[in-house]
């Protein structure tokens, strides 16, 4: 069957600018999770969204936003740009909650901020 | 706030070595699990052990989680260029959530 599917896998913007970044699940997977990836901080836990609702939430500041449509594919926003924001954004799906099992990761979007 | 501390960072070695990578907090965790993310993709799951003390083998993989679920290890026997990648314990805590370790990136040479 079909991954997690991540659009697009790199994009470049400039600071003050914004970014939408879309995630397509596995078909039947519920959840829906985005992390960040960078050289210094590792992966971060951004947010997780499970039947359209945001379940939990990682330590970022407002301008990380998301949200999750009713056929589980996901998007998350990042406002006024920052060059910090320069990252890979990677996303994972599962099948129920988050704390239930494996997370499927896509390939990620990486985003530069010049 | 990182939570989890792996080690070595880095770790460069011949064909057929043996190593091992650390998995650390002071935190507890429900369960972890064990990642491995090879360039332009995302992590796979390789593991996920759940009860302090327990032991997984996959091939020549050997995962164990600490008596008290605060610490893990990897142990790779023979290792082959194939397993060149970045490894990343994860730990899922009582709020659901994964905290991601900081990685081991390790390079095998044939």
């Known amino acids: 069957k079909a991954g997690v599917t991540q659009t697009p896998r790199y994009l470049i913007k400039t600071r003050g600018q914004q970014v939408t970044l879309s995630c397509s699940p596995i078909?039947?997977?519920?959840?829906v999770s985005w992390y960040q990836q960078t050289p210094g901080q590792g992966l971060q836990f951004l947010f997780e969204y499970f039947s359209e609702t945001q379940r939990n939430k990682g330590n970022f500041p407002g301008r990380f936003s998301g949200r999750q449509f009713s056929n589980s594919r996901s998007e998350m926003n990042v406002s006024t740009l920052e060059l910090g924001d320069s990252a890979l954004y990677l996303c994972?799906?599962?099948?129920?909650?988050?704390?239930?099992?494996?997370?499927?990761f896509g390939e990620g979007s990486r985003l530069t901020v010049l | 706030t990182q939570l989890l501390e792996q080690s070595p960072q880095f770790l460069s070695i011949q064909e057929g070595e043996n190593l091992t990578v650390y998995c650390n907090s002071s935190?507890?965790?429900?369960?972890l699990q064990w990642y491995r993310q090879e360039p332009g993709e995302g992590p796979v799951l390789l593991v996920t052990v759940v009860t302090g003390g327990e032991v997984k083998k996959l091939k020549r993989l050997t995962f164990q989680f600490g008596d008290a679920r605060k610490d893990s290890s990897l142990h790779i026997t023979a290792a082959q260029p194939g397993d060149t990648g970045l490894y990343l314990c994860?730990?899922?805590?009582?709020?659901?959530?994964?905290?991601f370790g900081t990685g081991t990136s390790l390079t095998v040479i044939p």
């Open positions: 078909s039947g997977h519920r959840s």
């Open positions: 935190s507890v965790f429900s369960s």
């Open positions: 994972a799906s599962s099948r129920g909650q988050i704390n239930t099992g494996e997370l499927f």
């Open positions: 994860a730990g899922l805590n009582t709020g659901n959530q994964f905290y």
